[in-house]
């Protein structure tokens, strides 16, 4: 039986599995205590912030994000996971790799650097649960991904905005035009991708399956999960949450929100319902701080990662991981 570690267990504790007792006020930030290391032998999923907001259309600060949500996840780490309850560290390897390190001043080269960053990571075994920043860091992800897993992957999109306007500039910096790009480079698979949410207009979707918030708000979430299952089926399927799929009144802290979007509770609940699915990749995007009210925002995009490893937890113990 290993030994209890009273505070710090992200730098002290020595295995990657269990738990350590914590002040929530105090200690080593990482995402939900776990352990932070470099070091990929044997970890299940790695945990990473890549903190670029450089691609942002409007009100800049989501390269704050991988912070908020880490400091929001101290509560996560108290007690077993509600509506879960064990502890998923008991069964998932987790680790905290920090940040994806990129030169801002020198643009050009961001993308390649998050390739690269999850090339290495992915190389390792381990599943990725990745902060932004903003979602263009989507992009560059689903480039590693693709080349691990297989082209095109199937995508599950949660936004209020579908972030398929047109741009055939293979080098641009733009957080709305990544999927474009993704399906014209044959990265994501329309026909069995879903997106979620939305409540913005394009003239052309991209044949991407859409669930617009108001067919959510109509059909409810147990039709909205069954049609995610319908669509996606056992196809690999890189999972991507932009926090601003919720309405403002749940996630003020984004930089581009929209009214009208779904509450906490519903997009919980569909992400908790997403176990059967193939994930291969998940993140969670554009949480910017400086427009947060009492951290809102960052621990809502905290729970619905905690809910992401727990569904991998499952996954493990079902031999599906």
């Known amino acids: 039986m290993s030994e209890t570690i009273y505070g710090d267990g992200a730098i002290r504790r020595q295995g990657l599995y269990g738990s350590s007792i914590e002040n929530t ?12 290391s470099r070091d990929l032998s044997g970890a299940d999923v790695v945990v990473s912030g890549i903190p670029l907001d450089l691609s942002t259309t409007f009100r800049s600060g989501a390269r704050l994000g991988p912070q908020a949500i880490r400091a929001a996840s101290v509560q996560l780490a108290e007690l077993p996971p509600f509506p879960w309850g064990f502890n998923p560290f008991d069964d998932l390897a987790v680790i905290d790799y920090g940040d994806c390190w990129f030169d801002a001043h020198n643009p050009l080269t961001i993308k390649p650097s998050i390739i690269e960053h999850a090339r290495v990571i992915l190389a390792s075994g381990a599943k990725m649960l990745t902060f932004g920043g903003d979602h263009f860091i989507t992009y560059p992800l689903l480039i590693a991904h693709a080349e691990k897993y297989g082209k095109p992957l199937a995508l599950l999109h949660f936004d209020a905005h579908c972030d398929t306007w047109p741009d055939d500039e293979p080098d641009s910096l733009n957080h709305g035009t990544m999927f474009y790009k993704a399906v014209k480079d044959g990265l994501a698979d329309p026909k069995k991708s879903v997106q979620v949410g939305i409540r913005t207009w394009n003239d052309d979707f991209m044949g991407m399956n859409v669930l617009d918030a108001p067919w959510v708000h109509d059909n409810g979430v147990d039709a909205t ?4 299952k ?5 196809s690999p399927v890189y999972l991507t949450f932009d926090i601003d799929c919720l309405d403002p009144a749940f996630a003020p802290g984004t930089g581009t929100p929209v009214p009208g979007g779904l509450s906490s509770a519903q997009a919980l609940k569909i992400v908790r319902n997403l176990g059967d699915l193939n994930i291969v990749g998940m993140d969670v995007v554009e949480v910017a701080p400086a427009y947060d009210n009492s ?3 960052a621990i809502a995009a905290a729970h619905l990662a905690c809910d992401m490893l727990c569904l991998m937890r499952n996954k493990k113990l079902a031999g599906t991981l």
Request: hydrophobic share 45%; net charge neutral; no cysteine.
């Open 25 to 36: 006020y105090a200690g080593v930030l990482s995402f939900m205590r776990r352990n932070y």
């Open 225 to 228: 999960i069954a049609r995610i």
């Open 295 to 297: 951290e809102v925002t």
């Open 230 to 234: 319908e669509v996606i089926g056992d």
